[in-house]
């Protein structure tokens, strides 16, 4: 779709209060190219950038009450899409530190000492007793992600779910095993 005119934009977002799906369609559509290009370029996966973009229009859909009050909507857009995409690159990398902490501990193994050899090893089956008690949704979706390193659309493909729903599934259990695991390590860690 072509470039909007200010005009244009402004009809199409006074459209939007009275729940016009045509006028957000277009409004989508004149953005979403774009859009994607900002957010790949930011993230560099193709699938995030989708993701992102479709969840900033929701987020339009929903707020489309409050459209009219948006003084310039282009760049309300790209703000919103850039917050998103920086806010995705944190928890990725939160989300990769915490799960390379875990396995970096569950699998310390210092044969020069056998005490650390005994806490390698019970943090191991505490490890793998937590995954053990992950809902089975979450488990599958952690052990295909993190164990297996399928990618989410490979996997939304392989469980017949959407990409948020792995990456909620996959966020909830990384979650879950920290809260298990973070005391019993502390405990094992600086015991004396």
């Known amino acids: 779709m072509s470039k909007l005119t200010r005009e244009k ?38 699938e995030i950038a989708k993701d992102i973009v479709q969840d900033v229009f929701l987020k339009i ?24 995409a920086l806010d995705q690159l944190k928890r990725t990398s939160r989300e990769s530190i915490a799960v390379s902490s875990l396995r970096l501990l569950a699998n310390e193994h ?27 949704q979450q488990r599958v979706v952690y052990e295909l992600h993190h164990i297996e390193g399928e990618d989410y659309v490979e996997i939304a493909k392989k469980l017949n779910l959407s990409i948020p729903t792995i990456r909620s599934h996959f966020r909830n259990a990384l979650n879950s ?16």
């Not at 939007?16 to 996966?45: M, N, V």
């Not at 095993?177 to 004396?192: A, V």
């Open 9 to 46: 934009e402004l009809e199409l977002l006074r459209r939007l209060l009275s729940d016009d799906e045509e006028a957000f369609t277009s409004l989508f559509y004149s953005y979403k190219d774009k859009l994607y290009s900002f957010i790949f370029r930011i993230t560099g996966s193709a």
């Open 61 to 84: 859909w929903n707020t489309r009450h409050n459209a009219c009050q948006v003084e310039n909507f282009n760049a309300f857009v790209y703000r919103m899409a850039k917050n998103a």
């Open 110 to 136: 210092m044969a020069s000492d056998p005490f650390e050899d005994m806490k390698a090893t019970e943090i191991q089956l505490k490890y793998e007793l937590a995954l053990k008690k992950l809902p089975k």
């Open 177 to 192: 095993l920290k809260g298990s695991l973070f005391s019993l390590l502390l405990m094992i860690l600086f015991r004396p």
